[in-house]
């Protein structure tokens, strides 16, 4: 847990102690739908690939014990094979954060992004490089770590914001990078603005653009203020994720329909549910409000569960 965060960096780098990777990923890969011409030991292969990628670089400069590791999950699905050794995929990102003084994990992250579509010859090497991001020759051989590498920083930044305010804003800055020199080619989407309204390109713009400033508010007091606190003192951290609601009430009628809110509440019903159950009734009324609003996907979860 990164409570004590600045202290520990000053400590281990006078110290010198080694740095561990920040994360702790499972990548999955799935080809069910990929037809019977494509031999499928190329996908245990990739995964092999990716899961040492994804574990084994250093991502940042901080200094992570192995007990801080952020557990995460990728659920590459292939849907379509083409010639040329080029494949259309949809990714599941999952990243969960460890609530202070319980065994419990809050989800960071619940995604699926439809818009992966990569070039792969097995045994070939993942690379990335953040001051090449679209790679030397073939920008579609470097999308699948571009999105990947993408990912990565997301679930970091999102990590360090949630312990400290602002704290994720340099790995924010490492998504943009990522999204300002993205691949570029036909078949390569997900990283424009004219790409769709909930795409990589949007999510990174509800994340750093001064606009949505709320968000960041939002983030640290829905986990440090609010789910932090909850067992010493049960009422205030509730009272922190009601302001967490207002906050993000305050955004989403300033900017209607943002990609950021949804994917905010996105896998976060039945734990809102269990924070509000046990509420004052004005209290709760007021929680089933906001949130009936705010996940309307979820609004009769809501109802039912706060009623």
């Known amino acids: 847990m990164r409570k004590l965060f600045y202290f520990f960096v000053l400590l281990f780098a006078l110290t010198g102690t080694l740095s561990a990777q920040e994360l702790q990923a499972k990548v ?14 190329i996908f245990g292969t990739l995964q092999t690939a990716l899961n040492t990628f994804m574990n084994n670089r250093k991502w940042t400069k901080e200094n992570f014990q192995p007990n801080e590791k952020i557990v995460c999950n990728f659920l590459l699905n292939i849907t379509q094979s083409f010639d040329n050794n080029l494949f259309q995929a949809s990714l599941t990102v999952q990243a969960a954060r460890p609530v202070y ?34 790679g030397n020759n073939d920008p579609i051989a470097s999308n699948l770590t571009a999105i990947l590498a ?22 924010f800055q490492k998504v943009q990078n990522i999204v300002n020199n993205a691949p570029d080619a036909r078949d390569v989407s997900g990283w424009k603005a004219f790409d769709g309204q909930r795409n990589r390109y949007w999510l990174m ?38 302001n967490t609601l207002n906050l993000f009430t305050n955004v989403n009628t300033d900017n209607p329909n943002t990609m950021i809110v949804p994917f905010f509440f996105q896998g976060k019903s039945t734990e809102l549910i269990k924070i509000f159950k046990k509420s004052a009734p004005d209290e709760r009324s007021r929680a089933l409000e906001l949130l009936t609003r705010l996940d309307i996907t979820n609004s009769n979860n809501y109802k039912q569960g706060l009623k």
């Open 101 to 134: 003084n319980s065994t419990y994990e809050s989800p960071l992250i619940n995604f699926i992004d439809e818009n992966v579509m990569f070039r792969y010859i097995e045994f070939q090497p993942i690379e990335f490089n953040e001051n090449r991001v679209a």
């Open 28 to 41: 999955t890969i799935m080809a069910d739908k990929v037809g019977p011409q494509t031999d499928k030991k």
């Open 150 to 171: 993408y990912y990565a920083y997301l679930i970091i930044a999102l990590d360090f914001d949630s312990f400290s305010l602002r704290g994720g804003d340099p790995y």
């Open 205 to 242: 713009d509800n994340l750093t653009n001064s606009r949505y400033t709320l968000v960041h508010d939002a983030m640290y007091s829905y986990y440090r203020l609010g789910l932090d606190n909850m067992y010493e003192n049960e009422t205030e951290g509730r009272n922190a994720v009601l």
